[in-house]
């Protein structure tokens, strides 16, 4: 069965088609484009930093601390901490040792 649209209501309709990939395309430009790319880049990169200082505190805090106040430190964190410079030392001691 043949279409029996009249030729404006088809030009009316190819307009139509045409405007709207034209802002398919003008969408998908500014998806890619390189600035853009780079800021949602930045964006994402700050999210994940934040998340990971989120998590850092919550390794060392034992509550998380209110804006202005300081935090208890976590006992545990402190003497991790002071093992792992501890341990660091003595290696870089005796290294140094060996080298004589």
Same mark, same amino acid.
């Given at each position: 069965?043949?279409d029996?649209? =009249?030729? #404006?209501?088809?030009? @009316?309709? +190819? ?9 398919? +395309?003008?969408?998908?430009? =500014?998806?890619?484009?390189?600035? %853009? ?8 990169? @700050?999210? #994940?930093? #934040? ?12 509550e998380?601390? $209110? =804006?202005?106040?300081?935090?208890? +430190? %976590?006992?545990?964190?402190?003497? +991790? ?5 501890v ?7 005796? $290294? @140094? @040792? $060996?080298?004589?």
């Amino acid at each position: 069965m043949a279409d029996r649209r =009249d030729p #404006e209501a088809l030009e @009316r309709e +190819i307009e139509r088609t045409r405007l709207e990939l034209a802002r398919t +395309i003008d969408e998908l430009a =500014d998806r890619v484009s390189p600035r %853009n790319v780079a800021e949602r880049g930045k964006a994402r990169l @700050r999210e #994940e930093a #934040e998340q990971v200082a989120k998590t850092a505190r919550s390794f060392f805090y034992t509550e998380e601390p $209110k =804006d202005g106040e300081p935090g208890q +430190i %976590n006992p545990k964190a402190v003497a +991790i901490g002071v093992g792992v410079a501890v341990t660091l030392t003595a290696l870089a001691l005796l $290294k @140094r @040792r $060996k080298r004589r």
